[in-house]
């Protein structure tokens, strides 16, 4: 009967929402993991439960009209979707990027509720964002939208109601200026409710640098598992922002070889592996191109087609978007004799993807695992924030890695006690359902 719920479930998600793919794809992927909690427990498929977490608690759309630098009106549209707080506060990143759309953060927030179940910190599950592009506006520009976008978000906002933070297109700058107009409109110095806020004025220190670190902290212990050591290891990455480059920098210090990087126009292969003081130049300083890092570098190469996915290595970590690496990018990888796979992104490769990788036996980890550092650390720096303290640096990557350890142990086990050895899909999956699951039985129908 539950496997049965399942699919009714399923059913019902592509009926109510037929326009949804991204959405629809991070609900399979799911639920299509529960069939063996369905089978020894079936009591956490009872009073409707699944068609509860899959509708999202509340969800906003709304007007986000600025003036450009021309005098012009521009008019976007923002979202947030607040998810599932049956463990605490909506938790989740703000997105700027033309490809924002509901489809796109429904899914990004149904990841997220599990994500931040696994963490086992008290942080519910909620994204949001605009289809808003910040690329080649002004900073006077950027101010002006952040403050239109949180005048009509800030009443949905708080520290023990839905914390936000920065992912694609939102950082640094412009939580800055989403935080100075909360603080503007409610006349509250409220620092916990944005992360990724500033070091000097409520940020944490080592947030920047948490999803990457914590995706090789995670790759490690998964290569553990197979007496495998990542020093010496050539890894491909995808990608060149925060998530990008601080996993570069944690392979690199871990003694591994990452040898590519993307961005939307292309990617680059650095055999002598990559120069990541030139590459951020490159990136964060000029703002400029992958193409500027292989025309300043003699041992890289430029390529406008294809993916890095391509070049023969035995770690991938993929670090830019959602599907990106598809089926065809998992027989190249799996035939090169790639031995394990990590996601930094949210949901980069495809379902064909990962059953070809689950197939061939690679370590294979998902994202809402793997890249968990990244909202563990927002929790951190919420936590910091309460207390009115900030921790150092190492304090923090200690904690990090200590996080990045549990759910590792956590996502192992389970996967082990439903007879799935070594399947991070299946125990991470059932071990954050399983937590917010009980949650909202406890809390009643609500």
């Given at each position: ?93 703000l ?7 509901i489809?796109?953060l ?7 509720i ?54 694609i ?96 126009a ?17 990136k ?72 070809l ?34 921790w ?55």
């Amino acid at each position: 009967m539950s496997n049965q719920i399942i699919d009714q479930t399923l059913a019902k998600v592509a009926e109510r929402n037929p326009n949804e793919p991204e959405f629809q794809q991070a609900v399979h992927e799911v639920l299509e993991s529960l069939a063996p909690l369905a089978e020894s427990n079936p009591e956490f498929f009872e009073q409707n439960l699944l068609e509860r977490i899959v509708e999202p608690e509340r969800q906003l759309i709304f007007r986000v009209p600025w003036v450009d630098d021309q005098g012009q009106v521009q008019v976007n549209r923002g979202f947030r979707i607040e998810f599932n707080s049956a463990l605490g506060p909506y938790k989740g990143g703000l997105r700027f990027h033309p490809s924002v759309n509901i489809s796109i953060l429904k899914f990004l927030g149904f990841e997220q509720i599990f994500k931040n179940a696994l963490t086992g910190q008290g942080i519910g599950g909620g994204k949001g964002g605009s289809d808003f592009d910040p690329h080649g506006r002004s900073d006077g520009e950027i101010m002006r939208f952040c403050q239109s976008f949180m005048t009509e978000l800030y009443r949905h906002l708080g520290a023990d109601i839905d914390v936000p933070a920065g992912d694609i297109g939102v950082g640094g700058r412009e939580v800055g200026y989403l935080f100075g107009q909360y603080k503007r409109l409610t006349g509250r110095y409220e620092a916990g409710v944005l992360t990724g806020k500033g070091v000097g004025w409520g940020g944490s220190l080592a947030r920047t640098q948490a999803t990457g670190y914590g995706l090789v902290y995670f790759a490690q212990a998964m290569a553990k598992t197979r007496d495998l050591d990542l020093k010496g290891m050539t890894v491909a990455v995808s990608g060149s922002g925060n998530v990008a480059t601080f996993a570069i920098e944690k392979a690199q210090q871990l003694g591994a070889i990452p040898v590519t990087c993307s961005d939307s126009a292309g990617w680059v292969h650095d055999p002598e592996g990559i120069d990541l003081d030139l590459l951020r130049e490159i990136k964060e300083v000029k703002r400029g191109r992958v193409s500027e890092y292989a025309e300043r570098r003699p041992s890289a190469t430029f390529h406008d087609s294809g993916r890095p996915w391509q070049v023969k290595v035995d770690v991938a970590l993929p670090c830019a978007t959602q599907n990106e690496l598809d089926a065809d990018d998992a027989k190249t990888l799996i035939e090169n004799g790639c031995q394990l796979v990590a996601e930094g992104a949210n949901m980069p490769c495809t379902p064909e993807a990962i059953e070809l990788f689950q197939g061939a036996h690679l370590l294979y980890a998902p994202g809402k695992a793997s890249n968990a550092g990244g909202v563990a650390t927002s929790a951190l720096e919420m936590s910091q924030n309460a207390q009115r303290e900030q921790w150092s640096f190492e304090q923090v990557d200690e904690r990090l890695q200590e996080i990045m350890h549990d759910i590792h142990e956590g996502c192992a086990q389970t996967a082990e006690e439903f007879g799935q050895p070594g399947d991070y899909v299946l125990g991470a999956n059932i071990l954050g359902f399983q937590r917010v699951a009980q949650a909202m039985f406890a809390q009643g129908v609500i």
